[in-house]
């Protein structure tokens, strides 16, 4: 079936820096990614989606220039959380569109220190 | 606002029991409705998934109901096992490739 590899799956970082997140679909092409912020005990929560090679459309609260979408290719999309602060500090879970439905990658917990 | 509501909050099931979870939605022009199971530290797994033009779907120990002119939709889980106790959401969207809008969530415990 269709796999999306999400890595890191676990990131400490200090504030103030910047933390990288990519998924990559293995077996099939992502046309449209989707990114999630999830609390705990919480329902997942859009950030924002992409498709591929166009800029990313972004959910009514959430800074695009805090989290910075790239989907350069049909295979891999990265978020970048920018100057990263404690409040930061959440599950991100990516989704891909592509091979006929919805596949999740396994999440990042981030935590900011 | 949340244009897929969810319950219960909770669900405690006794091991072999029935889990039932409901969700409702408004949007009409929703036409993708899938069930995530969710364990704790991972992503969402797809369950089970159905469109507006079957009013059951059966996967193995999952069944989904979807009543259309009630705008509600089920996960029926027969036999539920202790590996069951999870998160389950529900979701909807509009059409393929379009983003999910998922349910509050449920928490299930299966009890031995």
């Known amino acids: 079936g269709a796999v999306v590899s999400q890595h890191p799956s676990r990131v400490i970082c200090k504030s103030g820096t910047s933390v990288k997140i990519e998924c990559r679909s293995l077996d099939f092409q992502a046309t449209t990614m989707f990114w999630y912020r999830q609390f705990p005990k919480k329902s997942l929560m859009l950030m924002a989606t992409?498709?591929?090679?166009?800029?990313?459309?972004?959910e009514q609260g959430v800074e695009k220039d805090k989290f910075l979408i790239n989907h350069a290719s049909l295979t891999l999309s990265t978020l970048t959380v920018t100057s990263a602060h404690p409040e930061d500090s959440s599950f991100y879970i990516c989704?891909?569109?592509?091979?006929?439905?919805?596949?999740f990658g396994s999440g990042t917990r981030l935590t900011v220190v | 606002q949340q244009q897929v509501k969810q319950s219960p909050q909770s669900l405690i099931v006794q091991k072999g029991g029935i889990s039932i979870i409901n969700c409702a939605y408004e949007?009409?022009?929703?036409?993708?409705f899938p069930w995530y199971q969710q364990f704790p530290g991972k992503g969402p797994a797809l369950l089970i998934a159905i469109r507006p033009d079957v009013s059951e779907k059966k996967e193995g120990r999952f069944t989904i109901s979807f009543n259309k002119s009630a705008k509600q939709f089920s996960l029926h889980i027969m036999d539920s096992q202790p590996g069951d106790s999870a998160t389950y959401f529900c979701a909807a969207s509009p059409n393929s490739g379009y983003a999910l809008n998922f349910g509050k969530g449920t928490s299930l415990l299966v009890t031995p």
């Open positions: 989704s891909a569109w592509g091979g006929g439905g919805y596949t």
């Open positions: 949007n009409t022009a929703f036409d993708y």
């Open positions: 992409s498709n591929e090679g166009s800029k990313a459309t972004y």
